[in-house]
Structure formats: structure tokens, C-alpha cells
């Protein structure tokens, strides 16, 4: 008998537990019950087994929020090929690493991709390109193909949790994008640490604003949802106005996002009008929550779960709970469930309570690696297997998290991360840039975004506006630095490195 002790069984269970329950409603109001949903996921995975997809197979999926999403997810599991979501966001050359780098064998898009899609395909060459919807009659799309296949179940494989069930693109500090391999023991293991801490229940009715290829709304917003036979409402992108009457009109009770968007919603027009009452679980990453969010939600009578996490945690490390909101306020929380932190000093000892030190994570959500990349992979772990996280941080009396800093620089922009070394590679073949650092700076919208501070050949002609032209087209528009300062010299150690905290200093207050 076969077993599917990962993700891929997931739709089998529930098809046999809730066959009538609402899973999804999407678009302007279509509902797909569970057993829909899995007899759409059966079809899809037969589709892709016809095109070849087998076991360890990569099938890449560049596309908004839609229940293609998560079918052709669920759809690969259960052939036990690897599902590679792609921002949405990314650059043609950035698509083509993602794409050459995991080997993808097929790659499902959205029509309004296709431009994208073109420039980026003849550099990677995936076997197969599907695209979502009907497509043409020379070109059937995923929803002709699936109506015309037959399910296949002969054609599941056998899954462990050890198994690799999806790879996530995470920026690196060295410029091209690591890929973070997660298995279905990490995706299953982080989906019950959410169900734990934030109490999901099969009633709740979740809200998923955040774009699905983000691990946080994968991991930690749909896989929890499914597990506990729960209701989503997938929204294609954000939109304020409309998120507020989305919570209103399905008696939303689970909302996760980014300060930014908590933000915009709060300073919507329709936000006193809006019932919220069915809301009860608000959840928020990226970055701290700021006090005048904090407040006009309270008004309302609402707080946050806040925390702390990464794609190589698929993503979730520690959680406040919304009672601790106040009480530790400026903390990221205790350490989920089945998950432990520990700060390390220099040397990489445990560091008394209250000192600062590198983060430590370990637990069965942590990732085993990087696909295709030993060395980083090492690198990544301590010699006792811990997490590196390379983020800086001390845990107090109580055993909550505090984060100081960054080893890496890393900036958060709306929720996006944004890695300067991959931007500053990028300025350093600018004709007329002699030296360029890229730092974050704080923004009332957006938490933080890039600036750009650079030196110039004499004579050169640089400025904002060509910098970002230049830029365009080569790096998701995100990371896009919002200004550029010119400066006669660039502060550096004696080894010759930026003194990127100087630069801080400087021009980041």
C-alpha cells in the first residue's frame, strides 16, 4: 500500500473528513468545497504526470493567489515532486535563475506573465510551460487540460517527511537567489506549530492577502488552514478598501499581513464604517508593529499576534501572543511550539540571558538545506545542528526574544526582503559608479526602504532616475533604491569593507 505521510495526502484526508465544507472562495464570490478541491488537485496531478513530472521533479508556479496555486502544490506532493513557488514580482533574469537553478521541469503561469515569461523561458528551458486558466485551442491552459484528464492515483508516489516538498527562493547576501529546500515534515511540522500557538480551529475563516509564493502565507497562512478543514479567502493582491469589505462580507475571523498593510487598512475611509467583529486572530511579520497601528486596531478592539521567522524556518520561529502585546512590547515572542531559539556568543556559546548574540533555531520546521549549495548549507549550521541565522538578538528573564540587529544588513521593505549586496553588484557595473552601499532607511509606509549611497567618476552624469532605469527590468521594482547620495568617499574598515553603521548614522535617521 502506498503511504503519503507528507502534504501530498493532505487532500485525500480531506476529501474523506469535510467533503462539503467550504475550502476556498475566491473571485467575486465562487466557493470550492473540499471535495471539489481535491478532485480538481487529482486532475492537475495527473496533468502533470503526462507531461513527465515524477518524483524529485521541480514544477514552478508563477502566479497570484488562485486555487491553481494550491492545486498544482497539492498536485505535485502527491506525485512527490517539488513545488517551486516564484515571486511575482521578479525580473526576467531573476525568473531564469529560479528556474535553471532548481532544474524545473514544468513551469504553470499566469497569463499576464507571459511577457515575462517569454523573456525568461529560452535562458532556463524548462521541458513543459502550462498556462493557468483555458489558454487557446492550439494551447490548452491548465483548467482545458484538467477537465479533459482523468485522475490518476496509480500515479501517487510514497512521501516521507523527510522527502523534499518545495524549494523557496531566498535572496542571499552573496546577490543570487539561495534556494531553501523544505520538506513535508518541515511544511506539516510548522503548520501545527501555527495551529498551537494561534489556536486555529475548523470555523475560522481566513483572509490571505499576502501573495502565496511569500513562505509566511504558505506555511503559516494556507497549510494550517487546510490541515484544520478551515475556510480561505483568496484575494489576488491587496487592496484596502476591499479587504475590509471581504472581512465583512464572509465574517472573516483570520487576517495576516505586514505592518504596511495593517496600516493602509486602518487609514482606509471605510475602516470605522467596516464591521469587524468576526475578526479575532491578526497575525504580523516582517517588522515590528509601530504603536499608532497598535493603537488604532486596540481602538477597535484588536491586537496582534506579532513574530519572528525566516524562509529556512519555513518561516516561523517565535510568536507573541496578542496578551503580550503590551507587556513585552518591542519582542518577537517565545519560541513556537515545536521549535527552540538559543542566543550564542563570539564563540558560539550559549550567551547569559539579556546578552547579545547571534539567533539560534532548531526544530523539525527548520530546513535540512540549500538546494544545490553544500557549502552554504554548512555554513548555514552550527556543528550541533542549530540555524544560523546571522540575525542578532538576547532573550530576556521570560524567555522572549529580542532582536538587535542584523548580521546581514538584510533590509525589510513591506514585508519583502531586500539583500544589498545583490542591488550594490548590480550599481557596480553602472558606468560612472566608482563605489556603491546599499542601506535601509526607515519609511512611514513601507517600514524601510533602500537607499543608495554611491561615488562617482568625475564627470559622470548619476542621479535617482537613472540609477533606477538602469536597475529596471534587472531586479524586482521593490529593490529599486528610492534615493541616491552621491558621497566624496565611502566610510571603510581597514580590511577595506563599507562601514555600513556609519552610513546608518548618517543618512538613516
Known amino acids: 500500500m502506498m503511504h503519503q505521510h507528507g502534504i501530498g495526502g493532505w487532500m485525500a484526508k480531506r476529501r474523506l473528513k469535510s467533503p462539503d465544507k467550504v475550502a476556498l472562495v475566491h473571485g467575486d464570490g465562487a466557493r470550492m468545497t473540499y471535495g471539489q478541491f481535491a478532485d480538481a488537485t487529482d486532475r492537475i496531478s495527473a496533468v502533470l504526470r503526462q507531461r513527465g513530472v515524477g518524483k524529485g521533479d521541480a514544477v514552478a508556479y508563477l502566479g497570484e493567489n488562485s486555487p491553481e496555486f494550491l492545486q498544482v502544490m497539492f498536485g505535485a506532493a502527491q506525485l512527490g515532486a517539488v513545488f517551486v513557488p516564484v515571486n511575482t514580482r521578479l525580473a526576467p533574469p531573476e525568473i531564469a535563475h529560479v528556474l535553471t537553478d532548481c532544474g524545473a521541469r514544468l513551469l504553470v503561469h499566469d497569463p499576464e506573465f507571459a511577457t515575462r515569461v517569454a523573456a525568461a523561458v529560452p535562458a532556463a528551458q524548462p521541458p513543459h510551460v502550462v498556462v493557468t486558466g483555458e489558454g487557446s485551442a492550439d494551447r490548452p491552459g491548465l483548467a482545458q487540460l484538467a477537465r479533459s484528464t482523468a485522475a490518476d492515483p496509480a500515479g501517487h508516489a510514497d ?38 500557538d494561534y489556536d486555529v480551529v475548523s470555523t475560522d475563516v481566513a483572509l490571505m492577502i499576502s501573495p502565496l509564493f511569500h513562505v509566511a502565507s504558505l506555511g503559516m497562512g494556507a497549510l494550517p488552514v487546510i490541515l484544520k478543514g ?17 472581512i465583512e462580507r464572509h465574517g472573516v475571523t483570520m487576517l495576516s499581513g505586514v505592518p504596511t498593510t495593517y496600516q493602509l487598512m486602518a487609514d482606509h475611509p471605510d475602516w470605522a464604517s467596516t464591521d469587524l467583529s468576526t475578526l479575532a486572530k491578526l497575525t504580523c511579520g516582517g517588522s515590528a508593529v509601530p504603536p499608532r497601528i497598535l493603537n488604532a486596531y ?12 525566516m524562509t529556512e524556518a519555513s518561516p516561523g520561529a ?21 521549535t527552540d531559539v538559543r542566543i550564542t556568543d563570539v564563540n558560539g556559546e550559549p550567551a547569559p540571558t539579556g546578552s547579545i548574540g547571534e539567533i539560534e533555531i532548531a526544530g523539525p520546521n527548520v530546513f535540512p538545506g540549500y538546494h544545490g549549495l553544500a557549502e552554504a548549507t554548512a555554513d548555514a549550521f552550527t556543528p550541533d545542528g542549530w540555524f544560523r541565522s546571522g540575525d542578532l538578538g538576547y532573550l530576556d528573564e521570560d524567555g522572549y526574544l529580542h532582536i538587535s540587529g542584523r548580521l546581514k544588513d538584510m533590509i525589510i521593505s513591506g514585508g519583502e526582503n531586500i539583500y544589498p549586496p545583490e542591488i550594490e553588484q548590480l550599481l557596480g557595473e553602472l558606468d560612472g559608479v566608482t563605489g556603491a552601499a546599499v542601506i535601509g532607511v526607515p519609511d512611514e509606509r513601507w517600514g524601510e526602504v533602500p537607499w543608495a549611497i554611491v561615488t562617482v567618476r568625475p564627470g559622470a552624469s548619476v542621479d535617482v532616475d537613472t540609477v533606477r532605469a538602469y536597475l529596471d527590468g534587472k531586479l524586482a521594482r521593490y529593490k529599486l533604491p528610492k534615493n541616491v547620495v552621491i558621497v566624496d568617499d565611502l566610510p571603510r574598515t581597514a580590511s577595506g569593507k563599507v562601514r555600513k553603521a556609519d552610513l546608518r548614522a548618517r543618512f538613516g535617521a
Open 159 to 196: 512521501t516521507g517527511h523527510q522527502d523534499p516538498a518545495a524549494i523557496i527562493y531566498t535572496s542571499g547576501t552573496t546577490g543570487r537567489a539561495k534556494g531553501a529546500v523544505l520538506t513535508h515534515g518541515n511544511l506539516t511540522w510548522v503548520a501545527l506549530n501555527c495551529v498551537v
Open 230 to 246: 478551515a475556510t480561505m479567502v483568496l484575494e489576488k493582491g491587496f487592496e484596502p478598501g476591499r479587504a475590509l469589505a471581504q
Open 298 to 309: 486596540e481602538a477597535r478592539g484588536l491586537s496582534f499576534s506579532q513574530g519572528y521567522g
Open 318 to 338: 517565535t510568536s507573541l501572543p496578542p496578551t503580550m502585546t503590551r507587556t513585552k512590547q518591542g519582542s518577537v515572542g517565545l519560541p513556537h511550539f515545536f
